[in-house]
């Protein structure tokens, strides 16, 4: 599926740079949340390793996810699909391991009598997993967008693109 506007109000370039800096934004945000609270953080996989060992794969994943952003936002301006390439890729892996995240944390909620948050959890986690997602869409869309305007740019004898056609 291909998106041709973000939200029906802006075009993809737009929403593409917007989702850059969301993601900038919010791996800035939970940084800081990390940093400032005393929040148990626990993986789901390896579930015994130290609350340090853990904040320090979380800070660094956070740093990733600010880098690849900043990538896709230069590759954006800059019409660079391979700058793109790291945020597409990732991307859609984030939005299925969120999606298991949200499930796993709120079935565990609800496992531990916790209904209540158990519920909101899988209500607002649901809701990001789709926002995500649909901003994941977007810049594809957009992505797939620039390789098929590249594909059909013929290029010159001093590799610079042309537009005028053979008679």
């Known amino acids: 599926m291909q998106l041709t506007t973000c939200c029906r109000c802006c075009s993809l370039r737009t929403g593409t740079i917007i989702s850059g800096i969301c993601g900038i934004i919010l791996a800035v945000i939970a940084i800081i949340i990390m940093l400032t609270t005393e929040v148990e953080w626990k993986t789901i996989v390896i579930d015994f390793l130290p609350q340090s060992v853990v904040k320090i794969i979380l800070a660094i994943n956070l740093c990733m996810t600010i880098l690849i ?99």
């Open 69 to 167: 952003s900043t990538l896709l936002i230069i590759g954006v301006c800059k019409r660079n699909t391979f700058l793109m390439l790291p945020w597409v890729v990732l991307g859609i892996m984030l939005a299925v391991s969120l999606l298991i995240s949200v499930i796993y944390t709120s079935v565990m909620l609800f496992m531990n009598d916790d209904v209540l948050n158990g519920s909101l959890w899988i209500v607002f986690g649901l809701i990001s997993v789709v926002v995500y997602v649909y901003m994941w869409l977007v810049v594809y869309s957009f992505f797939q967008q620039l390789r098929f305007e590249k594909a059909n740019v013929r290029i010159g004898p001093y590799g610079r693109p042309y537009n005028y056609r053979k008679a």
